[in-house]
């Protein structure tokens, strides 16, 4: 499969998806959230927000390597065949440039979260991309690196 027709589906399937599942790690092993999540155009970033006193954010700010789950399966036997998944690799940080228009964009998607990103404690994290690893039919998996972007 062509490279950029892969990523026209990877972004395809953020735009469908509000919720991913974040993997840190806490003493090596792993733990894992769902978090509404947004995304930079160039599929290079992926952002969250947290509160700094959670396990999450005390894990990528000890281990910055981070792993983010988005998928559009329906829990149905269908899924075998329709469901794709990507699993985006990379390293995570707060955001300290650029914050308000970061938040400004992840609030585009989840207007609902406005609340909370406005208290003091808020974290905007940003997962810079290393790889995706884009799966279609629970086993044809596409490795695209971030050079390859």
Do not use: W
Not at 69 to 74: E, F, G, H, I, S
Not at 82 to 101: P, R
Not at 106 to 112: I, R, S
């Amino acid at each position: 499969m062509e490279i950029d027709k892969i990523l026209e589906d990877i972004r395809d399937l953020f735009k469908s998806q509000r919720f991913a599942v974040v993997a840190t790690s806490n003493g090596g092993h792993p733990y894992t959230n769902i978090v509404s999540f947004s995304y930079s155009e160039d599929l290079k970033s992926i952002l969250f927000v947290t509160k700094r006193n959670t396990r999450k954010f005390r894990n990528i700010s000890s281990e910055p390597r981070t792993s983010v789950l988005v998928d559009n399966r329906k829990n149905s036997p269908s899924d075998l065949a329709e469901a794709c998944f990507v699993t985006i690799l990379g390293k995570s940080k707060e955001v300290q440039l650029d914050k308000d228009e970061k938040i400004k964009k992840f609030l585009n998607l989840h207007p609902y979260m406005s609340d909370f990103t406005n208290e003091p404690d808020c974290a905007i994290i940003e997962l810079v991309v290393d790889r995706f690893l884009f799966v279609r039919n629970f086993q044809d998996v596409v490795e695209i690196e971030a050079e390859q972007m």
